[in-house]
């Protein structure tokens, strides 16, 4: 498998949990991820990201989109 297609299947997987943890619909969430640069952020770090829990990629996620600083 391709770097780029883990890089995607990543932040499909970030999207998805975003979703159920939020009681969002994927379009929602979606759109949510790229407006707010969320999706940029998931994969330019992904090396580092991938490797966190569920629980902890959320709270960072949650994050971002309200422009606290991360971890």
Same mark, same amino acid.
């Given at each position: 498998?391709? &770097?780029?297609?883990?890089?995607?299947?990543?932040?499909?997987?970030?999207?998805?949990?975003? /979703? /159920?943890? /939020?009681?969002?619909?994927?379009?929602?969430?979606?759109?949510?991820?790229?407006?707010?640069?969320?999706?940029?952020?998931?994969?330019?770090?992904?090396?580092?990201?991938?490797?966190?829990? &569920?629980?902890?990629?959320?709270?960072?996620?949650?994050? /971002?989109?309200?422009? &606290?600083?991360? &971890?």
């Amino acid at each position: 498998m391709s &770097r780029d297609n883990d890089i995607s299947y990543f932040v499909s997987f970030c999207i998805e949990q975003y /979703k /159920k943890a /939020k009681g969002m619909d994927g379009a929602e969430t979606a759109s949510l991820f790229f407006s707010s640069g969320v999706a940029s952020y998931l994969a330019d770090n992904f090396d580092v990201l991938h490797t966190q829990s &569920r629980q902890w990629l959320i709270e960072e996620i949650e994050a /971002k989109i309200e422009g &606290r600083e991360s &971890r």
